[in-house]
């Protein structure tokens, strides 16, 4: 009966609109396989005693996984912080500061917190640590940061080869996806990065992934109408940022947990 409703779970998870993920499946391994490759080795065997078997890359999709789950429902704000306008640095900063809403930004700052705790209970660990990852990766999708009026670009609709879809689920799925590479084939082509380049990313706060991830996606609205029927331009013209946020996505992950797991 348990393997029956397991069955059934992930049959409701494939009848629901992809509209409400972050990052396609793939987007999110490609992250996180990028994060593992950065961890040290204290942080490796502190992520593999809460994960076991599980990878990191394969650990980064069970928060929209299980998002069938009534049960989990509560964890659905956790994975934006919308905006209705272009942030400066300084307006993003004073926002946040006052930031009192159950969003990506308090819940990361929560779970980092937590994860540092060393009485934590196992099950905990498990759920902070999975739903952490994928918040991290969650963030640096642009429009994870974007209108609160269009549901995060969900509701800028337009095509991709003629195909309807919306903006979000572009950047989501559908750019990752037109490379037709495998996460790990993936991984391979985008992660060259240099210790310098390394350190710099990582030493971004919170507020700085979010200030970027805004300005992009404010010249990602702008630079778009809706009802555009968007094709191999569109992919040449962006995919250098699309190949950057996803690294940046690892990267900061990973310094992230060396940080916690030190």
Known sequence: ??????????????????TTF??????????????????????????????GNESMAMASNWADFIKSDDSFRYLYNWHFVDFDK?????????????????????????????????????ENKLLYLRMLIHVVEDVHQPFHTGHKDD????????NWFGKPTNMHSLWDSELIDFQQLSYTEYVAAINHTTTAQRAEWQKAPISQWLYESNQLAEKLYTDTK????????????HLDILNQQLLKGGVRLAGVLNEIFK
Not at 151 to 158: C, M, P, R, S, V
């Open 86 to 122: 272009a942030m400066t640095q300084a307006e993003m900063n004073d926002y946040l500061a006052k930031d009192t809403e159950v969003d990506a930004y308090t819940k990361m700052n929560f779970m980092i917190a937590e994860l540092k705790k060393p009485g934590l209970s196992k």
């Open 151 to 158: 549901k995060g670009a969900n509701d800028f609709k337009l």
């Open 226 to 237: 809706p009802g555009d029927n968007l094709s191999y331009k569109y992919n040449f013209n």
């Open 22 to 51: 972050a990052w396609g499946t793939n987007g999110h391994r490609i992250s996180g396989e990028i994060a593992y490759s950065y961890l040290t080795p204290k942080a490796r065997l502190a992520v593999k005693q809460i994960l």
């Open 1 to 18: 009966m348990k393997i029956f409703r397991k069955f059934g779970a992930a049959a409701i998870l494939f009848c629901l609109p992809f």
